[in-house]
């Protein structure tokens, strides 16, 4: 089954959000198809894992905690498990980044709309493709913007988001939101669309915004796998 790694070169790039978001947003879709999700958290962190730990976390929403010891074994099981895995690893590289990317069917970059996060990005995608040399396969990678305006488009962004298609680098069409639903969701557990308006403000907006992003992660992964690729 699709194993999709959050990578980045440094903290605070929207990691754990993306990964949340993603495998909450899967989860919902499958609740009722009886489609299982696995989150793997090897981040020291763990905040993926307090997130899954809390009430309200989908039932068929599997986790596990790893580090660099246990996580292709944990990749692994997962894998024979769930229909989608989702692996959130720490922000530096290090072996668990390393051993997790090498099992990627689809890496997700996150980026934030700066010119700093722009140049970390940069870092994650060498990782990659020399990590993609040393196990002599491509490994299909794309960048997400996070914490975007929905009212604006930024002219650094746009900028940025330019150098990198005119590189070859993949870049989601759809970015994740800067929304407090997304913040909510950390406290409050659960996922975007089970937050209570009278708590949480924008929780239509998100979570159309996630759904959005989950079916551009299954739109890419149906390409690559088909023999297309991302990165």
């Not at 913040?183 to 759904?211: Q, R, W």
């Amino acid at each position: 089954m699709p194993t999709i790694v959050m990578a980045s070169s440094k903290g605070g790039a929207g990691k754990t959000t993306a990964a949340v978001t993603l495998a909450g947003e899967l989860a919902r879709q499958g609740l009722d198809k009886g489609v299982n999700i696995a989150l793997v958290d090897a981040d020291p962190n763990k905040h993926s894992a307090k997130w899954a730990k809390k009430s309200g976390c989908p039932e068929n929403l599997t986790l596990y905690e790893s580090d660099e010891a246990s996580i292709i074994d944990d990749i692994e099981k997962a894998e024979q498990e769930n229909a989608f895995v989702i692996v959130d690893l720490e922000g530096t590289a290090s072996i668990a980044v390393a051993n997790a990317v090498s099992r990627a069917d689809l890496v997700i970059i996150l980026c934030q709309g700066s010119q700093n996060d722009a140049d970390e990005a940069v870092k994650t995608i060498k990782l990659l493709r020399q990590q993609g040399k040393a196990f002599r396969r491509d490994i299909p990678y794309s960048v997400l913007f996070t914490r975007t305006s929905t009212a604006i488009v930024p002219r650094t962004l746009k900028f940025i988001v330019s150098q990198f298609t005119e590189s070859g680098v993949d870049v989601f069409k759809v970015s994740l939101i800067e929304k407090d639903a997304y913040k909510a969701v950390h406290s409050f557990g659960g996922i975007v669309n089970n937050l209570d308006p009278k708590d949480v403000s924008g929780i239509e907006v998100t979570a159309a915004n996630a759904k959005a992003y989950a079916e551009e992660v299954k739109r890419k992964l149906k390409e690559i796998m088909s023999g297309g690729s991302d990165g």
